[in-house]
């Protein structure tokens, strides 16, 4: 088995080409992409049938097992993801802004690729052929290192996307799996400095922390979704209702899902009774503070572990405040910084809460569902940024590049 840098240098080697490489040239490889994909199904999902089964033995959790999981349809949505970032523009190249200095000096700011980008990320194998797709199309080449519990799926579609590739004017070596999905691959991985540019962890807090804790790389942090929803006392009760019922059920493994509802208690008794039954009518655990019990005796206990809980399941945590002062101390003590939202008629509030949260993505009236490059009219995402350096928020195509200065002269000296 070659060693985890041998491979990444696969990725290294390549980048150069990816990096010169036109739009119809790259546009050409992810159609083949998705085409193979479609046309490789049955392998994948026979190889998904083995991650399955493992996940199953090893008695891994339903939520977990959801995102494992793939069928023809999953399969053909990852193939058609591809096809849509085919369609986006391309950043490589873009000029942003360009001047003409007193000395003559034509300068410009261009979008460049980053280079090799690292992905470590869990069982999701979607995320494989989307950081594919999306790292092709800015330019770049990617090292991939997925979760074993995904192995055999991931697999399978990396060796049909680098077939697909073959055939194309780019390098298959602009897709690099692991052969090695350990945490030793992992933490070897993040010591790459000079082959790998950026690494982009994705799934849970601990692997993200061990990421940021450990790299000797640069690194776009992505995704913990403590998210909240603040019912403020001039809410629209019905319609922070459906918010509250979307946020949470709509897909609650996602890292956009509300996890904590707050309520003001000006409305908490008119609200808590309606909304617990609702959620729990739709399947949903509900686990309250002292006053939600109180109003709802039906709900378990919350801990204080709950506060700081990123379920990604079928379980909400439920919190009466102070009103907005309450709520923003709240989310200040215990957010990740992803999706914060509000349900107010005060405009007032509305903007004191905007103005205030410190998060990647602040709500009014709206559900933290909407936290995902796609809906933000950007295209497909690679992951939700966290952080506040180089990107915040959806992680596209852009977000992919970064800048560098060309400057033309006719023999200017200083």
Known sequence: MPSVREEALLARTAAPKLAIAGIEEKNQALLAMADALEAGCPDVLKANVLDMEAAAQNGMPQSMQDRLRLDEKRVAGMAQGIRQVAQLPDPIGKVESAWVRPNGLRIAKMRVPLGVIGMIYEARPNVTSDSAALCIKSGNAVVLRGGSEAIHSNRAIVETLRAALKKTALPEDAIVLLSD????????????????????PR???????????????????????????????????????????????????????????????????????????????AGCEVRGCTRTLALCPDCIAATEADWDCEYNDTILSIRVVDGLEGALSHIAQHSTRHSEAIITRDYGRAERFLNQVDAAAVYVNASTRFTDGGEFGFGAEIGISTQKLHARGPVGLEQLTTNKYVIRGDGQIR
């Open 181 to 200: 999905p350990s945490r030793q691959a992992a933490a070897e991985m993040m010591a790459l400095h000079g082959i790998i540019d950026v690494l982009i």
């Open 203 to 281: 799934g849970g807090a601990g692997l993200i922390r061990s990421v940021v804790e450990q790299a000797r790389v640069p690194v776009i942090e992505t995704g913990t979704g403590v998210c909240h929803t603040y019912v403020d006392a001039g809410a629209d009760l019905d319609m922070a209702l459906q918010v509250v019922l979307n946020a949470k059920m709509s897909r609650p493994s996602v890292c956009n899902a509300m996890e904590t509802l707050l309520v003001d208690e000006r409305v908490a008794e008119a609200f808590l009774p309606m909304a617990v039954q609702a959620l729990h009518q």
